[in-house]
């Protein structure tokens, strides 16, 4: 069974930094994609970064230049570094995992339970 569990989430002061974690057991493809996604309060949920088998990550313009995404092969685990955060920033933050072509649509079949980032001005 494929679970998907975030941590690192947190309140911060605008400007600030957090690094999100996705630890992932019962899942281990090599040829997948794993991303980072995320839903503001009465929004729509909308795609932040992924990272494709070999490394080649992808950035949504919103958080390009501020947000890193990487992946620990060894733990299974997958981060996103956020760094210069804004308020509008302020989302759950959600990892998924899945083919590719279901990660860059947002269908993952795999997603975690999400971890809140709450950005304050």
């Known amino acids: 069974q494929v679970q998907l569990v975030e941590s690192g989430g947190g309140s911060v002061q605008a400007g600030g930094s957090l690094r999100l974690s996705c630890a992932a057991s019962?899942?281990?493809?090599?040829?997948?994609?794993m991303g980072w996604f995320r839903q503001a309060p009465g929004k729509e949920r909308e795609g932040v970064a992924r990272?494709?088998?070999?490394?080649?990550?992808y950035y949504y313009d919103s958080v390009k230049g501020r947000f890193t995404i990487s992946q620990d092969n060894a733990k299974n685990t997958l981060y996103l570094q956020m760094n210069s955060l804004k308020p509008e920033d302020t989302a759950m933050y959600y990892c998924?995992?899945?083919?590719?072509?279901?990660?860059?649509?947002?269908?993952?079949?795999?997603w975690g339970q999400g971890t809140q980032v709450t950005v304050s001005s």
């Open positions: 990272i494709y088998p070999g490394g080649r990550t």
């Open positions: 998924a995992a899945d083919l590719c072509f279901r990660v860059e649509v947002g269908s993952s079949r795999n």
């Open positions: 019962g899942y281990s493809s090599s040829s997948d994609c």
